[in-house]
């Protein structure tokens, strides 16, 4: 059952404002360091006692119970309302997207936060009816609101609806459904696609994590993505593609072709992918337009194909970690890990000689008579992909982070051998005193590509956690940053289970799925020899995996 709750501004100036920024929701206590560990309300307590032990065990109960709230009874999904602390009778309403998280580095007051994606910033307190104005006007710093449903009356207001009132005594938490997540695996090639399915209330709501394939036709992996749905792809709300790679994405492209062929359409859709480096924004389609010459796709306007078959228009968002890194699907609430806003230096310059020697390139190309990169990149340009929904919210550095260090222009030595990507110059017309150089770029482009993979992870502890394509730097950045040693239930594989892992991510899961095909199978036992299981390891998709969540 979806939970209500009010969540005071910090006592700090602007600190309404800032959460608004930030998209987020603080809980003041500046004094009080990183709860996160606290497993029980007595733990947070005891805490409490240590930095207040002048204060009566009243206070000390109430303080308590407010923190535990905050960070362990509160859910991704549930609303909540944020009255201004400079603004008397207004205040702004979202969902809870992300877990409990302790910014060190913060100021005072803006240390305890959760990830909220802001539905409405400006509602007014008297829009709501006596009971509910008054519980908001509770001096509680954090508290929950009267008993609501699937918090119906927050959710109507939020979108300028009328309070539709209390209703009767809510269902007892023994009668209500007990929900449950399928999540499958589907054996697309060489490529990745994941479907999780949601039921509630009756209805089913769909997340799709990347479709397409570098082994099979593009057809064929939507195709297996529609038996999956049972031929009903209306049932998509979510598209998440962790980068811009035809095996994680071309069989959304053909999906769009084959709804608008058929008569069918989604009621509203939402497209999620890595939003690229704000020091080099053309990174993107700089890769796009590379990868059309390559693989000779002939459409890179995934957002636009999509928008075509979408009754209420498409949602797209590209995201990064930190402020607005965080979102809701199948009302689930998801964390983005990486990229962050700002780079690292080192891959900042990974990324930035890729585009440098793409550019380079292009030239050189246009020069002999070729200019299909640079007519490639125009095409892009004029896409979909990156064109981002109004109302964004905007996008701060993130707070922690540290350099990755010099990245090699050679390959990685984890790349080494993997043929997924195997070119053949010869028949890609390129000028004999060219095709080295055209090789470098493409190899410089794949590696930036991958490392700009969307990391992210299901806000409930030990769920699922999705790594896209991303290597060596980007692991080893994560391990010293956020991935403490923790047991997963699902955990897609970096780069389909090619890469080893390093020491310092000591990440395992109830089932670790590679999604590594036939072309790169003999890759896998690197993976093996590096990640300590507790469960079970899949070397390939080949036939499909379920697991319930």
């Known amino acids: 059952m979806t939970g209500s709750w009010m969540v005071r501004t910090s006592k700090q100036d602007g600190g309404g404002e800032e959460a608004i920024t930030q998209g987020v929701v603080f809980a003041d206590w500046p004094e009080l360091g990183d709860i996160s560990r606290c497993r029980s309300l007595p733990e947070v307590r005891a805490r ?78 008297n829009a709501f009816k006596n009971d509910l104005f008054n519980s908001l006007g509770s001096i509680a710093r954090i508290c929950g609101l009267p008993p609501d449903p699937q918090s119906r009356r927050l959710a109507a207001v939020a979108r300028k609806k009328p309070d539709p009132g209390p209703e009767g005594p809510p269902a007892q938490p023994s009668d209500l459904p007990q929900r449950r997540d399928l999540v499958s695996v589907l054996d697309v090639g060489d490529g990745a696609c994941t479907i999780i399915r949601t039921r509630r209330d009756g209805r089913e709501s769909v997340t799709v994590i990347d479709c397409g394939s570098d082994s099979v036709s593009a057809d064929d992996a939507c195709e297996r993505l529609l038996d ?89 968002t590209p995201m990064s970690r930190g402020a607005g890194g965080a979102f809701l699907a199948g009302g689930r609430g998801y964390e983005v890990l990486w990229p962050p806003p700002i780079l690292p230096p080192g891959v900042i310059r990974q990324v930035q000689n890729a585009v440098l020697a793409f550019e380079k390139l292009a030239r050189s190309l246009a020069d002999s008579g070729n200019p299909a990169l640079k007519d490639n990149f125009e095409a892009a340009r004029t896409g979909g992909w990156l064109r981002t929904s109004r109302g964004e919210i905007p996008q701060r550095p993130a707070s922690r982070g ?138 390939s998709t080949a036939g499909n995996h379920h697991m319930s969540l």
């Not at 636009?304 to 979408?310: D, G």
Request: aromatic fraction near 8%.
């Open 402 to 539: 540290s350099d990755l260090g010099e990245i090699p222009d050679l390959l990685d030595a984890e790349d080494a051998g993997d043929d997924g990507h195997w070119l053949d110059v010869d028949r890609l017309n390129i000028p004999e005193h060219l095709q080295q150089d055209f090789r470098v770029v493409w190899d410089r482009m794949r590696r930036a590509n991958n490392n700009m993979s969307l990391v992210f992870e299901d806000a409930e502890p030990g769920r699922l956690i999705a790594f896209g394509d991303a290597s060596h730097p980007v692991l080893s950045w994560l391990a010293a940053t956020d991935l403490s040693p923790a047991h997963y239930a699902l955990m897609l594989a970096p780069h389909h289970g090619t890469h080893p892992l390093p020491a310092s991510l000591q990440i395992t899961a109830e089932l670790c799925v590679a999604q590594n095909g036939t072309k790169r199978a003999h890759l896998w036992p690197r993976h093996l020899a590096t990640h300590r299981q507790h469960g079970t390891c899949v070397s």
């Open 48 to 125: 409490l006692a240590t930095v207040h032990p002048g204060d009566a065990a009243k206070r000390l109960d109430n303080l308590a119970g407010q923190l535990w709230r905050f960070l362990a009874v509160m859910s991704p999904g549930d609303y909540v309302a944020m009255p201004y602390r400079n603004h008397v009778g207004s205040m702004a309403i979202g969902r809870i997207v992300g877990r409990y998280r302790y910014q060190a580095d913060a100021p005072p007051g803006f240390r305890h936060t959760r990830a909220v994606q802001w539905i409405n910033t400006s509602v007014p307190r």
């Open 228 to 316: 999956a749905l049972d031929g009903r792809p209306e049932l998509i709300k979510t598209i998440i593609v962790t980068h811009f790679d035809v095996d994680h994405y071309l069989g959304f492209v053909r999906l769009a072709e084959r709804m608008r062929a058929r008569g069918q359409r989604f009621r509203r859709l939402r497209l999620i992918s890595p939003r690229p480096p704000r020091v080099v924004p053309q990174y993107a389609l700089s890769y796009l337009a590379m990868a059309r010459f390559v693989t000779g796709v002939r459409s890179l306007d995934l957002a636009l194909e999509l928008e075509t078959v979408t009754d209420r228009g498409l949602r797209y």
